[in-house]
């Protein structure tokens, strides 16, 4: 089983980006905890359902959306966080429509709670689920909800 995850604009700057809100994980940490995560659970899986994780950031909307399409017919499915532009991207959410890969959006805030603009996500509703305000956990659960889903689909 093959995951792709993908952080928007800004991401590679976490550690000091706004620690009161992000925290002070980096973005290369949060990625290792995703690989140990993996490993730790990997033991009881059969080796055809082993899971491989890809990493990718892009502060560039196109560069995201050309990710998602190169994702298809690769990947079995897609944990985003699609930071800003979670409330802008029209493309990136019709990217993740057009792949059809079961996909969970992330955030580390707490989207909800936050300035009225980022209430609304254009990406959500094109995805099996949303996990946001659990910090750099919200990758971990939201991986755990794209692994379940994809073994519960086959």
């Not at 944990?79 to 429509?97: E, G, K, Q, R, V």
């Amino acid at each position: 089983m093959k995951i792709l995850i993908i952080n928007g604009p800004n991401l590679n700057m976490l550690g000091v980006r706004e620690p009161e809100i992000y925290g002070t994980l980096t973005l290369a940490q949060i990625e290792d905890e995703l690989r140990d995560f993996v490993e730790a659970t990997g033991s009881s899986r059969a080796a055809a359902d082993a899971v491989e994780l890809e990493f990718f950031q892009s502060n560039h909307e196109g560069a995201i959306v050309d990710k998602i399409q190169e994702a298809l017919g690769h990947t079995d499915g897609i944990l985003i966080n699609p930071a800003a532009y979670t409330h802008t991207s029209i493309a990136i959410a019709d990217a993740i429509a057009a792949v059809a890969l079961p996909a969970v959006e992330v955030h580390i805030s707490d989207i909800e709670s936050r300035e009225e603009f980022r209430k609304h996500s254009f990406i959500a509703p094109k995805c099996i689920a949303q996990i946001s305000g659990h910090g750099a956990n919200s990758y971990r659960i939201g991986l755990e909800t794209l692994i379940e889903h994809i073994e519960n689909a086959k």
